[in-house]
């Protein structure tokens, strides 16, 4: 990619300029700023680095070299590989945020606030070296919260949760309960979360509709333009879909 290029994907311009991205900021950007360095100073190197503004205001990022897949999921995201890496990212990534006091974030903080929630992990903001998971990027939506909340949004990109005729999802409600399963124990969620799991997707789901239909109204061209592609109907259809699954899914979180 040349210096200066746009790069594809999300709601942001962010533009590329050698070992550096250009990104937007907000008024939630100060508490990214200060998780990121958090998580530096607690040794996890799978963040991009903040260096400060450029002069147009734009928050500068280190660029995280690597394949950032987009859906339909690529033979990559989808392979268990990643599933596993992805998993056991996001509880390194979990643990080192323990003791991050910024305040600021885009969203609410939820209770019982546990570690700083990503907020949106899932393969669009993953950078992957083949299968390997090896980067996390667009901190934007991160805020306090409970593992739970995090797990639930994650399980249900990279297991991934989707109802049948949801064309970014893939594989049967089978094999979709077993990879729940193995993120699970990959991550290490304890019995009492994964007796919540089916309720929190459903609920991370309505929450994540909720938050494009306000940023929709606040003006947000991309959420708008979301809204009107109906991609809202899909996330209802797909929460209904795992409630609807229940018994199967839980049968294998709970399973001995």
Same mark, same amino acid.
């Given at each position: 990619? @040349?210096?200066?290029?746009?790069?594809?994907?999300?709601?942001?311009?962010?533009? $590329?300029?050698?070992?550096?991205?250009? #990104?937007?900021?907000?008024?939630? /950007?100060?508490?990214?700023? $200060?998780?990121?360095?958090?998580?530096?100073?607690?040794? =996890?190197?799978?963040?991009?680095?903040?260096?400060?503004?450029?002069?147009?205001?734009?928050?500068?990022?280190?660029?995280?070299?690597?394949?950032?897949?987009?859906?339909?999921?690529?033979?990559? /995201?989808? /392979?268990?590989?990643?599933?596993?890496?992805?998993?056991?990212?996001?509880?390194?990534?979990?643990?080192?945020? %323990?003791?991050?006091?910024?305040?600021? *974030?885009?969203?609410?903080?939820?209770?019982?606030?546990?570690?700083?929630?990503?907020? &949106?992990?899932?393969?669009?903001?993953?950078?992957? &070296?083949?299968? #390997?998971?090896?980067?996390?990027?667009?901190?934007?939506?991160?805020?306090?919260?409970?593992?739970? *909340?995090?797990? !639930?949004?994650?399980?249900?990109? *990279?297991?991934?949760?989707? @109802?049948?005729?949801? !064309?970014?999802?893939?594989?049967?409600?089978?094999?979709?309960?077993? #990879?729940?399963?193995?993120?699970?124990?990959?991550?290490?969620?304890?019995?009492?979360?994964?007796?919540?799991?089916?309720? %929190?997707?459903? !609920?991370?789901?309505?929450?994540?509709? %909720?938050?494009?239909?306000?940023?929709?109204?606040?003006?947000? !061209?991309?959420? @708008? /333009?979301?809204? %009107?592609?109906?991609?809202?109907?899909?996330?209802?259809? &797909?929460?209904?879909?795992?409630?609807?699954? $229940?018994?199967? =899914?839980?049968?294998?979180?709970?399973?001995?």
């Amino acid at each position: 990619m @040349a210096d200066g290029e746009l790069m594809a994907g999300g709601v942001n311009q962010v533009e $590329r300029r050698g070992d550096r991205v250009l #990104r937007p900021t907000g008024p939630w /950007s100060p508490a990214v700023h $200060r998780l990121l360095a958090h998580l530096r100073a607690a040794g =996890f190197t799978a963040a991009p680095r903040f260096h400060g503004l450029a002069e147009d205001g734009r928050e500068v990022l280190d660029f995280l070299p690597g394949d950032v897949p987009n859906y339909p999921a690529t033979p990559a /995201s989808a /392979s268990r590989t990643a599933l596993l890496d992805a998993a056991r990212l996001l509880r390194r990534y979990h643990d080192a945020t %323990a003791g991050c006091t910024a305040e600021g *974030w885009m969203l609410p903080a939820l209770e019982p606030v546990e570690v700083i929630c990503h907020g &949106d992990y899932a393969p669009h903001n993953c950078v992957l &070296d083949g299968e #390997r998971v090896v980067g996390v990027i667009d901190f934007d939506t991160a805020h306090p919260g409970p593992r739970i *909340w995090d797990v !639930a949004h994650a399980v249900y990109r *990279w297991a991934p949760t989707t @109802a049948p005729d949801n !064309a970014d999802g893939f594989g049967t409600p089978d094999e979709q309960a077993g #990879r729940v399963r193995e993120f699970c124990d990959a991550y290490g969620l304890g019995r009492a979360d994964r007796a919540g799991l089916v309720d %929190a997707i459903e !609920a991370r789901l309505h929450a994540l509709v %909720a938050h494009m239909r306000a940023e929709a109204a606040a003006g947000s !061209a991309a959420f @708008a /333009s979301h809204l %009107a592609d109906g991609h809202h109907l899909q996330y209802l259809a &797909d929460a209904a879909y795992v409630v609807r699954e $229940r018994a199967r =899914f839980e049968a294998r979180l709970l399973a001995e």
